[in-house]
């Protein structure tokens, strides 16, 4: 692009900034998107792939339904590993009983499909599951999942091809931003210097380069994760998003069930919950499983805190309660990693507009896969109303 004037820059070309400056140039802006590194690689490539509005609560349900609308379009143009296998929820006990049939009910209300299915109809869809364990599934066959270390890379070059008013950059620093004479100032560390009507920061747990009192300030905690990946495993009958258990006992849509405030941890359950272990799996498309999570908290300012070890004794009770629920025979650990993202414990994201332009945009926590695109869509069209 032969001017440095921009409608709107975007830093940060994770799937929450990726996604602002999508809908930026939908609406017809010229549009900058910047990248620190040489492509992302933060909590939008460490996760699981799982898009699954059925776990959202309140707008970010409507968010989620968005999101996957969005991503199934975009799929049936250009391949961003969008597949459509469905999410299921696996009741283990009585109480995760109760607590499905009352998200089904509430899923009725709301129009959006959701099966009940019986142990017979799981454990025939699904025979990895141990007939011990489930008891009753919850089946929403229109959700979707992608392959994390590669959809992000592909709905770029998506994007970069469908829009001429868009400028993605990456492998650029911002130094700095300010408002000066009505529109904002950047520098980079490459000396480019760029200038815009608006900005909108989508910069996750980075705090020290821009804004960083804010940050300090804010309340945002980062969140540590532990995930495990298995040798594929074609022949392991696991399609799909596979929640469990522990996932119900979590997930923010049962929190709004009539039972939910009554429920009781069993003691087994304790030392899981203590590391917020939530058993899901997510078979690949090269045929692996992914196996988590956990999770740690530290401030934003103090994520060294988290470490950056694995710490075995997790990875050991995720894969003992991972047995519990599935033939874990064949499942050979070939990888295992932490991944890290932001969120706030009373937000459920973090908003901060300076000077109505500059507009800091970070902390969705884990909703980012599924509801990114819904939320960016609502918030463009709030910053250029």
């Given at each position: 692009?032969?001017?440095?004037?921009?409608?709107?820059?975007?830093?940060?070309?994770?799937?929450?900034?990726?996604?602002?400056?999508?809908?930026?140039?939908?609406?017809?802006?010229?549009?900058?998107?910047?990248?620190?590194?040489?492509?992302?690689?933060?909590?939008?490539?460490?996760?699981?792939?799982?898009?699954?509005?059925?776990?959202?609560?309140?707008?970010?349900?409507?968010?989620?339904?968005?999101?996957?609308?969005?991503?199934?379009?975009?799929?049936?143009?250009?391949?961003?590993?969008?597949?459509?296998?469905?999410?299921?929820?696996?009741?283990?006990?009585?109480?995760?009983?109760?607590?499905?049939?009352?998200?089904?009910?509430?899923?009725?209300?709301?129009?959006?499909?959701?099966?009940?299915?019986?142990?017979?109809?799981?454990?025939?869809?699904?025979?990895?599951?141990?007939?011990?364990?489930?008891?009753?599934?919850?089946?929403?066959?229109?959700?979707?999942?992608?392959?994390?270390?590669?959809?992000?890379?592909?709905?770029?070059?998506?994007?970069?091809?469908?829009?001429?008013?868009?400028?993605?950059?990456?492998?650029?620093?911002?130094?700095?931003?300010?408002?000066?004479?009505?529109?904002?100032?950047?520098?980079?560390?490459?000396?480019?210097?760029?200038?815009?009507?608006?900005?909108?920061?989508?910069?996750?747990?980075?705090?020290?380069?821009?804004?960083?009192?804010?940050?300090?300030?804010?309340?945002?905690?980062?969140?540590?994760?532990?995930?495990?990946?298995?040798?594929?495993?074609?022949?392991?009958?696991?399609?799909?998003?596979?929640?469990?258990?522990?996932?119900?006992?979590?997930?923010?849509?049962?929190?709004?069930?009539?039972?939910?405030?009554?429920?009781?941890?069993?003691?087994?359950?304790?030392?899981?919950?203590?590391?917020?272990?939530?058993?899901?799996?997510?078979?690949?498309?090269?045929?692996?499983?992914?196996?988590?999570?956990?999770?740690?908290?530290?401030?934003?300012?103090?994520?060294?805190?988290?470490?950056?070890?694995?710490?075995?004794?997790?990875?050991?009770?995720?894969?003992?309660?991972?047995?519990?629920?599935?033939?874990?025979?064949?499942?050979?650990?070939?990888?295992?990693?932490?991944?890290?993202?932001?969120?706030?414990?009373?937000?459920?994201?973090?908003e901060i507009d300076i000077e109505n332009k500059i507009h800091i945009r970070t902390a969705i926590g884990g909703k980012g896969m599924t509801s990114s695109a819904g939320y960016a869509q609502k918030s463009i069209?709030?910053?250029?109303?």
């Amino acid at each position: 692009m032969k001017s440095n004037h921009f409608d709107v820059i975007v830093i940060g070309a994770g799937i929450l900034g990726t996604f602002h400056a999508y809908h930026a140039a939908e609406l017809g802006k010229k549009v900058l998107l910047l990248e620190k590194d040489p492509f992302p690689v933060n909590a939008t490539v460490r996760n699981f792939g799982q898009v699954v509005p059925s776990g959202m609560s309140s707008d970010w349900f409507q968010f989620g339904v968005y999101s996957t609308r969005l991503y199934k379009t975009i799929q049936s143009q250009f391949d961003i590993s969008i597949r459509e296998n469905g999410s299921v929820y696996i009741a283990s006990d009585p109480d995760e009983q109760q607590l499905i049939h009352e998200l089904k009910q509430r899923m009725d209300e709301r129009n959006y499909e959701a099966h009940l299915l019986s142990k017979a109809q799981c454990l025939e869809k699904w025979p990895a599951l141990k007939s011990e364990y489930c008891l009753e599934g919850l089946f929403f066959p229109q959700e979707v999942s992608a392959e994390p270390e590669s959809t992000i890379h592909r709905l770029l070059l998506y994007i970069s091809a469908k829009f001429s008013t868009l400028h993605y950059q990456p492998d650029t620093t911002v130094l700095s931003c300010d408002t000066v004479e009505g529109v904002v100032k950047i520098s980079t560390d490459t000396h480019d210097k760029f200038t815009a009507d608006k900005v909108i920061i989508c910069n996750g747990s980075e705090f020290k380069l821009l804004f960083s009192d804010l940050f300090r300030k804010s309340g945002i905690v980062v969140s540590k994760l532990h995930m495990l990946r298995s040798a594929p495993l074609p022949k392991l009958a696991l399609e799909g998003n596979i929640l469990t258990g522990l996932t119900i006992r979590r997930y923010e849509s049962f929190e709004e069930c009539p039972s939910f405030p009554t429920l009781q941890t069993p003691p087994a359950l304790q030392e899981l919950r203590q590391w917020g272990i939530h058993i899901l799996f997510k078979k690949a498309a090269d045929g692996s499983v992914i196996l988590g999570d956990s999770h740690e908290y530290a401030a934003v300012n103090q994520p060294e805190k988290l470490g950056f070890e694995i710490n075995q004794h997790i990875n050991n009770l995720m894969l003992a309660e991972a047995a519990r629920i599935i033939d874990m025979e064949s499942f050979q650990v070939a990888s295992s990693w932490a991944g890290y993202y932001s969120q706030h414990p009373e937000k459920d994201i973090v908003e901060i507009d300076i000077e109505n332009k500059i507009h800091i945009r970070t902390a969705i926590g884990g909703k980012g896969m599924t509801s990114s695109a819904g939320y960016a869509q609502k918030s463009i069209e709030r910053i250029f109303e």
